[in-house]
């Protein structure tokens, strides 16, 4: 963050003399849009839509029907629901130009596609009872993710498209609530066709994020140092960078270093022309509480809901003293797992881990050269994982 800012303060004071304000500064629209503007802007018709949860948070959750240049048809299409990963919002599977974005690509190839948006983000920050300025609304973690907001959202698709099953993507955070939603709801599970997982998270033991310093410290202290509210949320101070400093080739390095700190990058594999635009739309923020599981979780090494610091808190919660397990292998839902060699946050030890519970894994393939962010961000994405992901489901249809 200093870096960004001193870099900030001195392009500002000496950008008029040198002329840095004139000089390699391109802006691509698309950082000044929210999400409906950006599905827009390439030429998609998109729909919006408000999920509430019963719990009451209320979801912000997009749809692009069907393709560029695609007439409305009246057969339904097969839906596809995408779900981002940590402190990330829908906007991952667009901000990329359109032959190199998933949500894109599918509407594209004839799927009806869905993004939806976890509580606390910057796109679901509502609730029908409590602000976003009391700890109440913050009270939530991976649990609630996924015991409400997966099932309001999925049902919701399900009842305005009429199709019973759809297929799911996630990256990330995406697929720890799956893994958690689909081994403990067996009627949600049933809804899912394949469920297609990018860069796994179950376990966390062998993670290298630097988010795993956050370990050595106590509950006590990262309450002092984050607050109970929220975590990384997006600020004026990130898009004034976005658009004014991370604009200019002079500053994509420091750039790209700060906006992949927490999960590491690839600049080879990165199209840098669009900084400004990742980082416009990032991080979207999530709850202190939600770091705090991710914290327990690292240093456990466990699948394990969250544990609320005292015995009746969790008898409160869980109906026991301790947090319960989550067992993926009571998970029966078709899954497809792609994972990174490079990936500082699923970590390779801990998706070995995974496979063998993975009762019906149907495809498995590591990416030696990928990081955390090459599964939404990398340029050669679509050879890499999305052509098979779309291949798999064409046969999915075909049987």
Not at 86 to 100: D, E, G, R, Y
Request: net charge positive; hydrophobic share 40%; aromatic share 14%.
């Amino acid at each position: 963050m200093w870096q960004l800012l001193a870099a900030a303060c001195w392009m500002l004071l000496l950008g008029p003399v040198y002329g840095y304000h004139k000089r390699g500064s391109i802006t691509n629209p698309e950082a000044n849009m929210n999400i409906s503007q950006i599905i827009s802007h390439w030429g998609y018709l998109y729909e919006e839509y408000d999920v509430v949860t019963k719990d009451g948070y209320v979801l912000g959750i997009y749809r692009i029907p069907h393709g560029r240049g695609c007439a409305r048809r009246t057969a339904p299409k097969p839906v596809v629901y995408l779900q981002h990963g940590l402190v990330a919002s829908a906007s991952n599977w667009i901000c990329n130009l359109p032959n190199n974005s998933l949500a894109f690509l599918l509407a594209d190839s004839g799927y009806d596609v869905w993004m939806g948006n976890s509580r606390g983000n910057t796109w679901s920050r509502k609730h029908l009872k409590f602000s976003p300025k009391s700890p109440e609304f913050w009270a939530f973690s991976l649990d609630e993710m996924a015991k409400y907001d997966l099932p309001a959202t999925i049902n919701f698709i399900v009842e305005k498209t009429g199709q019973e099953r759809l297929y799911y993507v996630g990256h990330s955070q995406g697929t720890t609530i799956a893994f958690i939603a689909f081994s403990t709801n067996p009627e949600l599970a049933k809804r899912i066709k394949i469920f297609f997982a990018l860069a796994p998270v179950v376990t966390v033991k062998y993670t290298k994020s630097p988010m795993k310093k956050l370990t050595i410290l106590s509950r006590k202290v990262i309450k002092v140092l984050f607050g109970e509210k929220m975590f990384y949320p997006h600020t004026f101070f990130d898009h004034f960078i976005a658009t004014k400093v991370c604009n200019r080739k002079l500053f994509r390095h420091i750039c790209s270093k700060f906006l992949f700190t927490l999960s590491g990058f690839d600049q080879k594999n990165l199209n840098m022309s669009r900084l400004d635009v990742y980082l416009a739309q990032s991080p979207a923020g999530t709850s202190v509480q939600n770091m705090l599981h991710w914290v327990q979780a690292a240093n456990s090494g466990l699948f394990q809901a969250f544990d609320w610091g005292n015995p009746d808190q969790n008898m409160m919660h869980f109906h026991q003293l301790t947090p319960p397990l989550y067992n993926v292998t009571k998970m029966e839902v078709p899954t497809a797992v792609w994972s990174g060699g490079q990936d500082l946050v699923s970590d390779p030890k801990d998706v070995e881990n995974l496979l063998p519970k993975i009762t019906k894994l149907i495809y498995y393939k590591l990416i030696p050269h990928y990081n955390h962010v090459d599964f939404y961000l990398g340029q050669d994405a679509p050879q890499e994982i999305y052509q098979d992901l779309i291949r798999l489901m064409e046969e999915c249809l075909q049987n």
